[in-house]
């Protein structure tokens, strides 16, 4: 278990298959590492429980019954191990107000304590609709999830944390929005195909990390998936210099680095681009 005083993140890299227990599987031996090495909050990649399009509608509809699975054990594990979780992302048909989705489920990436209580909720906002030079060929997540409309950020044991979900990453608006809400990291749970994340995944995070002046922790799936799908990996955390400090290119695994404060504020003291901003939209 991690120290009172920790400032350690780990960040999860998972290769999630069509079978949700063995999934669960995987994530809890990762969880109890991230935990061994004593991390204050460890993070999840983006469909890490349900992978499978198929079988989104239906689980999401478990979740917001009375008998969860994937918030259950997330909870289970966070009191277990004593520690935050960020829980990548899974499917939940209703809204944060409560109020059903019939057709459709938003991909949700709930936070919890380390009493195992859920304290955020944030319902990804930009949907992969698009075209891959890959096996899958065409993504559009649009036909499966409902896009969520809330910035969200909470306080976290290692400062606020601002969260974002995979594709969030090519919106600079939303990292924008999260720095007026004064975080002092992002979490970025992910599952780039592995054209795309060659291409852009790092570019793009450091931009995210240097832009904002915020620690970045991209956790991600890497690998194999299935017959059509490879995942990109290398789940990262990233400095607000743009210095990337920890990554594993494929497979699963753990990697961690702590988020120092001091840093975080000398980088925004001596290059204080917040307020040298001339073009602000409120």
Known sequence: MSSPSSRTVAAIQMVSTHDLQANLDQARRLLAEAARRGAAVALLPENFAVLATSQMVACGRQEVSGQPVIRRFLAEQARALGMWIVGGSLPLAD????????????????????????????????????????????????????????????????????????????FPELFRALRE????????????TWQTGDAHWHALI?????????????PGQGGQNSERRRTYGHSLICDPWGKVVAEIDEGPGVITAELDADHLANVRSRMPVWEHRRLVTR
């Open 181 to 192: 809400q004064q975080v002092d990291w992002v979490c970025l749970p992910s599952a780039f």
């Open 206 to 218: 450091r931009a995210r990390a240097i832009e904002n002046q915020v620690w970045v922790v991209a």
């Open 95 to 170: 809204r944060a107000d409560g109020s059903s989705i019939d057709d459709r489920v938003r991909a949700t990436c709930l936070v919890f304590d380390d009493q195992g209580r859920e304290v955020a909720r944030y319902d990804k906002i930009h949907l992969f609709d698009a075209q891959v030079e890959d096996a899958h060929g065409q993504y559009r997540e649009s036909d499966t999830f409902e896009p969520g409309d809330a910035v969200v950020s909470v306080e976290t044991p290692v400062g606020r944390l601002g969260l974002a979900i995979c594709y969030d990453l090519r």
